[in-house]
């Protein structure tokens, strides 16, 4: 079915929800473009392209939202760069309101240091609010096996803060079948998941995980925060 104005998105979301629980990623992102046209995006941390790979098949030239904390490692912002070159993706770029010299005159430096909840939610969260006001659905990396706090990720649901559904195609995957997936297809991914990375985010909050280590145990490690709030 195909939205419209008077479309219940909460009531959609969860049956869509039930109904899409054993679908392909493919399935689920068909189901996403049918039902909501160009008003949806996929959201990437540029990762790698997985998401954004499944999409343009799906959706040639669909949006492709990536934030630009202005504290990404350089392999990111390559990776964001590559990606826009070689998929059929529009890739969006987003900026918090301000810079990071403006936010360091503001509330001074290195606030990630002595607050990271206030650093996110200038740096991530608002500016993702802000770029999903166009869309009525966003689709994300999300994996149940990513953490404990995932585990239970609907593969859609109603994203009840921004009144939007959010679509996780690739939810019920494991690490396994991302490798798998990115080897078959030769999908772009950052070069640091090759340099001890596992869960890549902004350079002053991501280190290295060890042999064993939980995958994104190297995001914000030893201060107990484990989301940037965008996904909760
Ligand atoms: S991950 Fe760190 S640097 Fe990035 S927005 Fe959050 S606190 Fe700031």
Not at 58 to 79: M, N, Q, S
Not at 87 to 104: A, R
Not at 123 to 130: D, F, G, I, Q, T
Not at 180 to 203: F, M, Q, R, W
Request: hydrophobic residues 40%; aromatic residues 6%; negative net charge.
């Amino acid at each position: 079915m195909t939205v419209t104005e008077t479309t219940d998105l909460e009531s959609l979301a969860n049956r869509a929800a039930v109904d899409l629980e054993d679908a392909s990623a493919h399935e689920i992102l068909a189901w996403t473009h049918e039902a909501f046209g160009p008003a949806w995006c996929v959201t990437s941390s540029m990762e790698d392209a997985v998401v954004a790979h499944l999409a343009s098949t799906v959706a040639p030239g669909v949006d492709v939202v990536f934030l630009d904390t202005g504290y990404h490692f350089p392999e990111t912002i390559g990776t964001r760069d590559a990606v826009a070159a070689v998929y059929d993706v529009n890739v969006i770029t987003v900026h918090p309101e301000l810079t990071v010299v403006q936010q360091d005159a503001k509330y001074g430096a290195r606030l990630h240091e002595r607050d990271t909840d206030a650093c996110c939610a200038m740096r991530k969260v608002a500016p993702l609010e802000s770029a999903l006001t166009n869309y009525r659905a966003w689709a994300t990396g999300l994996r149940r096996d990513d953490s404990p706090a995932r585990a239970n990720t609907p593969v859609v649901s109603w994203d009840a803060r921004r009144r939007k559904v959010k679509v996780a195609p690739i939810a019920r995957w494991t690490q396994d079948d991302v490798d798998a997936y990115v080897l078959e297809h030769g999908v772009l991914t950052n070069p640091l998941l090759s340099d001890g990375y596992a869960s890549i985010g902004c350079e002053p909050c991501t280190r290295r995980v060890a042999p064993g280590e939980d995958a994104r145990a190297g995001r914000w490690a030893g201060s107990g925060k484990t989301e940037c709030g965008i996904h909760q």
